[in-house]
């Protein structure tokens, strides 16, 4: 706000500061507000600025009190790390015939609002905007949206994705600048040897294998064709990826099904291990993709229940595509009418023996994709889709989670501009009509923004 404001109408800062108490308030139910101090300086806001920082909040909700001339903020905003949401808001909703000009002062930061803007944009600084009645259920909606955007985009930011082995040969659209990732959008790729699963997999108690077989047994409906070495091998390999991401500070991963399958130690593939993972919040990806590990641990903290998927096949009769990968998915989004099944299937896909994997059809109804491209450098797409997940027919023979997904725009329209815009065939799919949500964090993070 303007300082020189005091002079004119005195008690205008603590009226205001006031005001954003009260709509920090009225946000209460869906994050935690640090309230700062009305700025009315340079070294004020710079001075707040560094407190939020320091107190390691997820983003910054700016509010202006008044007009407040950018030029105090200009540099605070070029440097600052924290996501950015200008609130475009007023204390009252409308003019009335009794205002005077004082009630002109307090309600007048739209102005403030455009040259803030304006310096950020300037800056080329990306940030989010909601002009909204703050007394409205509709202004707290968009705020939760950005709050879970900023969440997300921080926790992004600092993000370790540990790849076992290496990624699959020749699978393009995999393939990242790790330099570019990381200083563009800060996840962080390392890559970690099958070995050191070895070694993990030995280490795990007998007691945690034990604990965890029978934690299944109690949550899922468990193929009795499973034997007791299938079930206990798996879960030391649940336990020993665990184990190593915790002590490696990763919180997404990914393993590749030749790098397990070659290294000559392993007996069988670590499927339902991804899947349980997943419901436990890690960011997963396959053959090494560490775009989409990032991409599902993304889905996790800005909605929840984020599932690792790719697009199998098209089905015209319902205008939907057949959604499934070799056996991994988050068994958060399966049906809530049918059991989620632990079964033996046999797979060729890396020459091991069986892996136990979990089977189940996804929940019918609103979903969204999402897929992070690769534009070359530091620049980055996110193709997202709307649609809906089909009440579709079982299909008895296919022994991984899957479920048929009708986009909003069509399958045709859909699948001609994912193609067209590079969209890669692993993604992160969220239950709900999300895309407005991903639009949020594009705009937060410096992503292009591409709906098909």
């Not at 007394?135 to 540990?162: C, E, P, Q």
């Not at 790790?178 to 790729?189: F, K, Q, S, T, V």
């Not at 499927?271 to 775009?291: I, R």
């Not at 027919?393 to 989670?401: G, I």
């Amino acid at each position: 706000m303007q300082a020189l404001y005091d002079h004119m109408i005195p008690g205008i800062t603590e009226r205001q500061a006031g005001y954003a108490q009260e709509v920090a308030d009225r946000l209460g139910g869906i994050a935690e507000f640090v309230v700062g101090p009305p700025v009315k300086s340079r070294a004020d806001a710079e001075r707040v600025m560094r407190g939020f920082e320091n107190d390691e909040l997820d983003g910054v909700l700016v509010v202006m009190l008044t007009y407040g001339p950018a030029m105090r903020v200009a540099r605070l905003f070029n440097e600052n790390r924290l996501p950015v949401c200008l609130a475009n808001i007023q204390p009252e909703p409308s003019v009335t015939p009794a205002w005077d000009m004082a009630d002109m002062t307090y309600n007048q930061g739209i102005h403030g609002a455009q040259d803030t803007a304006n310096a950020m944009v300037r800056a080329g600084r990306a940030f989010d905007v909601v002009t909204e009645d703050w007394n409205t259920d509709a202004f707290v909606h968009r705020i939760d949206r950005w709050a879970r955007a900023a969440r997300a985009i921080t926790a992004w930011r600092s993000l370790r994705i540990g790849v076992f082995g290496y990624a699959m040969n020749d699978m393009g659209d995999i393939r990242v600048d790790e330099n570019a990732l990381l200083r563009a959008l800060g996840p962080e790729i390392g890559f970690i040897a099958p070995g050191d699963l070895w070694r993990g997999m030995a280490q795990v108690p007998a007691d945690a294998v034990s604990e965890l077989m029978g934690w299944e047994d109690g949550r899922f409906a468990v193929d009795s064709a499973l034997s007791a070495e299938e079930r206990e091998d798996h879960a030391r390999m649940q336990l020993a990826i665990e184990s190593i991401l915790t002590n490696r500070g990763c919180l997404a991963y990914s393993t590749h099904f030749d790098a397990i399958g070659e290294d000559g130690r392993f007996s069988r593939l670590p499927l339902a291990a991804a899947s349980s993972l997943m419901a436990k919040g890690y960011g997963y990806g396959a053959e090494g993709d560490a775009l989409a590990a990032a991409m599902v641990y993304a889905g996790h903290q800005l909605v929840g229940r984020g599932h690792f998927t790719e697009m199998y096949a098209m089905d015209f009769p319902t205008d939907s595509i057949l959604m499934s990968h070799m056996g991994e998915g988050n068994w958060e989004v399966a049906r809530s009418d049918e059991p989620v099944r632990l079964i033996k299937r046999s797979l060729g896909i890396g020459k091991l023996d069986d892996p136990p994997t979990f089977l189940f059809r996804i929940q019918p109804g609103p979903a969204t994709l999402a897929s992070l491209v690769s534009l070359g450098g530091e620049k980055f797409r996110l193709v997202v889709s709307e649609g809906e997940v089909l009440d579709s027919q079982p299909l008895p023979a296919l022994e991984m989670p899957y479920g048929q997904f009708r986009p909003a725009t069509g399958l045709r329209r859909c699948m001609d501009g994912w193609l067209t815009a590079g969209g890669t065939h692993h993604m992160v799919m969220n239950l709900g009509h999300r895309a407005e949500d991903w639009r949020v964090f594009c705009s937060l993070a410096g992503i292009e923004y591409h709906p098909v």
